[in-house]
């Protein structure tokens, strides 16, 4: 029996969460389901250009896993536009970490070094909200954890 897949860390998620072909119906359309591990995959390779090495460390994952959420997701997202199928970014195993610091007064996040200032380093401002040590809840588990769930 398999183990099962531990959470993925996920900083981003989208705004928009299904694509499809223009002027087609939704009824008439098959549609691929883009996990967001998927999706997070895609934009640190592929959108910001890192290395596999760093994307794979970014996700709390080892590199060869890291290639295979990359292939299948660029799998289904070719399957996608050859076939006229919709996307649908959806499920997962992932939990949301990211900045850790935001400024309250400009908006600017960060993630902030150990022993670094305690004031934005845009504006200068102390006036700061966290989000935790970078722990959020597995979407496919339902715990807490560090990509241990």
């Known amino acids: 029996m398999p183990r099962p897949p531990i959470c993925r860390r ?3 998620l989208p705004g928009v969460t299904y694509f499809k072909p223009a002027a087609v119906p939704l009824r008439e359309l098959e549609e691929v389901v883009l996990a967001v591990e998927e ?3 895609i934009r640190l390779k592929d959108k910001e250009g890192l290395e596999q090495e760093d994307c794979a460390a970014r996700m709390g994952v080892s590199r ?3 290639v295979r959420i990359l292939n299948s997701a660029r799998d289904k997202i070719a399957d996608a536009l ?3 199928k919709a996307i649908r970014v ?3 195993y992932y939990h949301l970490v990211g900045p850790k610091v ?3 007064r400009c908006g600017h996040e960060w993630e902030p070094e150990q022993g670094g200032k305690e004031a934005c380093p845009r504006c200068g401002s102390e006036e700061l909200a966290g989000r935790g040590p970078g722990r959020g809840r597995c979407h496919r588990h ?3 954890g560090e990509g241990e769930c």
């Open 90 to 92: 959806d499920g997962g």
């Open 10 to 12: 996920v900083e981003f």
């Open 64 to 66: 060869p896993t890291f």
């Open 82 to 84: 050859v076939n006229g």
């Open 142 to 144: 339902g715990r807490f």
């Open 102 to 104: 935001r400024c309250r």
């Open 39 to 41: 999706l997070e995959a």
